[in-house]
């Protein structure tokens, strides 16, 4: 199948078996809000990606424009306060430190996605576990990440202690020194011995491996089980004056969510270069993440978790978890802003569940994106386990 027909058929077969119907004519709002996405070139970003491309905007009758592609967090955070963005995805932790230490109206509204990062290191390494990364460079993607809060997790258990130095400074043979690095500049410097591990989102730790031949040393969703990494925000402003839009851009980030579960083949060649060029990678690399995980990969097996999944209820214990963790994280920078924040209370300021309530039931309940319990389906246990 070529690839212009391929599309053609994505679209096609999305709209047909949502059951759906094109409306032949905007709301009076949508055409006067267009919606406007920002993102990053991980596969965080799928949901938003998947929901354009597959028309779900434009069938809950939204004015939607071809999602932006910005190379930095920091050009996406500038660019989400600008206006520029009226939806977008950010790292767990960024809207924390957003809203409680700088102070600016943005809120959570869902999970995004779920796992999708892993540790990377040399094929030729002898790192196989965290212990092993005692004297070495690591670098992560923002200090604001979740994978600098994962990273530590691992770390600490094994005694070991995350510093900030000049990579040219001696470390001890405990210490892990911590920098940022660019996600695309992962991998090249891998190769070049300029660091001995990253954490990152996909597709940069399956880039490496297919490119490089690098090796993951544990993947993000095996140490703490199906975690969020990467939520939807929107401005509290925007979200008061535009409530229907909201509603319906949730309605179809959800859809989304729910056909990548089931379509993971069809979503690697959507995101890909050889289809909608949403990333500026092969399939090849992108069906590496999509792809079920082999279980002899897998600390805990036990776990059946993927390396990427989609699940956008925002539950309450791992936003106080994740609030707990970051006031134990190294980072760059005056922290005092965690140290009086009460988890409980400012999980109820910063996360707004009203709309993705909504959308998962429609979609048919929280059941249809995990198995959680009968009695209380919006609530779970966080597991963590390092070995």
Known sequence: MNTWSRRKFLKT???????LILPCA??????QTPLKLGYLPITDATPLLVAHGLGYFSQEGLQVERPVMVRSWKILIESFLAGKFNL???LFPIPVWMRFKQKMPVKVLAWDHTNGSAIT??????????SDLGGKQVAVPSWYSMHNLILQLGLQTQGLTPVIKPQSEKLAPHEVNLFILSPPDMP????????????VAEPFNALAQVKFNARIMRFSGDIWKNHPCCVIVANENVIRQN??????????????????????RETAHLLSRDGEGYLPVPETVLARVFAPLPRTELVHPQWDVTRIGFQPFPFPSATRFIMEQMKQTRVEGNTDFLASLDAGMATRELVDDTFVRKAIAEMGGISKFCDCSIETPFSREEIVEIN
């Open 88 to 90: 977008t995805h950010m």
């Open 243 to 264: 409530q229907a839009m909201m509603q319906k851009a949730m309605n179809a980030i959800v859809r989304a969510q729910a056909w990548c579960q089931k379509n993971p």
């Open 13 to 19: 077969a999305a709209a047909s078996c949502s059951g």
């Open 26 to 31: 905007l709301p009076s709002f949508a055409r």
């Open 188 to 199: 090249t410097a891998l190769l070049g011995k300029r660091i001995d591990a990253f954490i």
């Open 121 to 130: 290191v040399r094929g030729d390494s002898e790192i196989f576990k965290f």
